[in-house]
DNA sequence: TGGGTATGAATGAACGTTCATTCAGTCCCA
DNA sequence: TGGGACTGAATGAACGTTCATTCATACCCA
């Protein structure tokens, strides 16, 4: 027993860690050659392992792009919603998402890019697909309680709201990882504050043009 | 001459006129399954030429990859540009560029679409990759005349400012091509709007936040 | 008839996937 | 406890398929 235990560290159990390991390999090489651009043989290199054994995790290159596009959906709905409160919106707590989602980006960028690519969508099964749309679901409402309240803009449709507010961050990051532009952390809360003003209602008493 | 003129509709000269419709091919298909997730084949099958002949106009996969991006590039820039003022900038000028936009995404969504691909992004050549850069020049000098003549906020960086605007379009219609939204014409026109008050000046004597 | 053009079967390189084989670790009985 | 039998994870060469590309052949108009 207590042999087996030590024997673990090494190479024992090693079981679901192998199944980790291919999972972050792939992610660092979709994100980087995208999907239809990645071999399986360059992936089981990256992990340490062997192209049989990937096999053995991962009955097939399309389940091993759904197994991973909803383990990084799941982290990244973990990352946003844990602990946000979801039944009020006010300035601070879009500033929260906000923060959120620019930790998310820079802390795990590969993560970010597979999310957005558009290369996988042949290989994504339908579960993977309502886990796209299910992220969204709760910003969509925290949407429109802040329009409920009258914090935020009612001339944009929650949808078109969402849309523009993603396009805009997705758009940043990606101007940046193809080198047009450096984020500081000062053009990030610039940005926040630009976005804010996007869906936000106008200070009272005046029109927009 | 009119022999040759009335001949050409079937397949007379046909020269330039077949490599067109290699190209136009290549866009459907491209933007329907990707780059890497195309095969040769079917986009000779699609413009209804042989493999053969394809290869007589493109001298690989490649070429036509990069030839296909630069001529949707200035297509792109065509639309977006040609008589547009460059040296001012007010309302109704990026209201003029937001129609541009919509209508070239409206009319070509394929050609939107492939721009907008990363997919391809190995298969493009430095001239392809320049040609990107330079579509996006003359719009940040506008927003740098905006700025500098106080229409315009001056606390977002150009650069910031294009990433924000371009990403928020893109954003728009990419939610709508995967089924998220349907964009009505009024729809455009608020998003518009929101997009003008993110880059915008605030009324004077008001901060944001 | 000759020279440029079109064709699509043929080619071999690269792909996703399989499977015969290896071998470290476990079990069991003397 | 020592040693032979068992187990199943790991391996990577090999398989059939699909890809990008070529080329021998057919075609067509001057």
Redesign the pocket.
């Known amino acids: 027993m207590s042999?087996?235990a030590a024997?673990s560290s090494?190479?024992?159990n090693?079981n679901s860690d192998?199944r980790q390991r291919i999972l972050d390999a792939a992610l660092k090489v979709f994100a980087a050659e995208g999907v239809h651009g990645?071999?399986?043989?360059p992936i089981a290199r990256e992990a340490g392992?062997?192209?049989?054994?990937l096999?053995?995790y991962f009955d097939?290159?399309?389940a091993l792009v759904n197994a991973l596009f909803q383990a990084t959906k799941d982290d990244l709905s973990q990352h946003l919603l844990t602990g946000l409160p979801l039944l009020k919106l006010d300035r601070s707590i879009f500033d929260e998402v906000w923060h959120r989602l620019c930790t998310f980006a820079r802390q795990k960028p590969d993560a970010f890019r597979f999310l957005e690519m558009q290369d996988h969508h042949s290989y994504l099964n339908d579960t993977s697909r309502n886990s796209e749309y299910m992220l969204l679901l709760p910003i969509r409402q925290i949407i429109e309680l802040g329009q409920q309240n009258g914090l935020l803009s009612d001339h944009l449709r929650p949808e078109v709201a969402i849309a523009l507010f993603w396009g805009s961050l997705v758009g940043l990051f990606k101007a940046e990882r193809l080198g047009y532009l450096s984020l500081s952390d000062d053009d990030l809360r610039q940005a926040r504050d630009a976005c804010w003003k996007t869906i936000a209602k106008p200070i009272e008493g005046k029109t927009q043009e």
Chains 1, 2 share one sequence.
Do not use: D
């Open positions: 042999v087996r024997a090494t190479s024992g090693g192998k990645t071999p399986v043989p392992v062997s192209v049989g054994s096999y053995r097939s290159k399309e």
